[in-house]
């Protein structure tokens, strides 16, 4: 049995959670981190330095950093399913969590911390407006690539659609006017539609 450490809120716990339902591991999700706290116990930090969530354990295994964390449950238990060896088209799903953590979530941010989280160093309307312009660019990518494509790497579903569509999910529940993106919409009604997202994507964003 897996144990998930973090609160089900974070789009970073949604990618494992999700991953874990893909490949068929039972798991004990435990809320902290955010309104739960717990994330600066020395326990906790003995097993994750950061005091960040998500956190995976696995027997002795303890992995942290959300997208390693899908690519470690990929490699493991996904084999020849939302794990791909070819190195090719491993560099496809790569590159796009890759993105996922260092484009697309750092310019999605400071607009849901401003507009969601109401976060004090977030009222700013110039930051919250930068933030969207940014998350809208990326967004454009996204959608160019997507456009007659169904998966995000390849011809089939992979670990690159579970690390990218929270962060298409809390974009489209977003309080600002949205672009048509009609193949990130199709992609998106598509991947969440799987019956191992329904505990990690289709919830109120907060
Ligand atoms: N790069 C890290 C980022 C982790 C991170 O920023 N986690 C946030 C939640 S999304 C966190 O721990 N926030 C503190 C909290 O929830 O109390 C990952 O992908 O796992």
Same mark, same amino acid.
Request: hydrophobic residues 45%; without cysteine; glycine residues 10%.
């Given at each position: ?10 789009? *970073? ?6 991953? /874990? ?17 717990? $994330? ?7 097993? $994750?330095? *950061? +005091? ?14 959300? *997208? ?6 990929? @490699?493991?238990?996904? /084999?020849? !399913?939302?794990?791909? =060896? ?5 560099? =496809? ?19 849901? !911390? ?5 976060? /004090? ?22 959608? @160019?690539?997507? @456009? +007659? ?10 670990? @690159? ?5 929270? +962060?298409?999910?809390? !974009?489209? *529940? ?23 997202? /329904? ?8």
């Amino acid at each position: 049995m897996l144990t998930i450490w973090g609160r089900i809120s974070s789009i *970073n716990v949604q990618k494992v959670v999700w991953a /874990a339902g893909e490949v068929g591991q039972p798991f004990e999700r435990i809320d902290i981190g955010g309104k739960f706290g717990g $994330n600066r116990e020395p326990a906790y930090l003995a097993k $994750n330095p *950061n +005091g960040q969530i998500p956190t995976l354990e696995d027997g002795e295994t303890i992995v942290w950093e959300s *997208n390693s964390i899908v690519r470690y449950l990929a @490699a493991r238990y996904g /084999a020849g !399913w939302i794990w791909e =060896e070819e190195p090719a088209r491993r560099a =496809e799903a790569d590159r796009w969590m890759d993105w996922m953590i260092s484009e697309l979530q750092p310019a999605m941010t400071p607009a849901f !911390w401003g507009l969601i989280r109401k976060s /004090a160093g977030y009222t700013d309307q110039a930051v919250i407006d930068a933030s969207v312009a940014r998350a809208e660019a990326k967004l454009d990518i996204l959608e @160019a690539h997507l @456009a +007659g494509r169904s998966y995000l790497a390849g011809e089939r579903f992979g670990m @690159a659609d579970i690390t990218v569509a929270p +962060g298409a999910h809390r !974009w489209l *529940n977003m309080p600002v006017p949205l672009k048509p993106w009609p193949g990130i919409r199709r992609w998106y009604g598509l991947v969440s539609a799987r019956p191992a997202a /329904a505990p990690a994507l289709p919830l109120p964003i907060s």
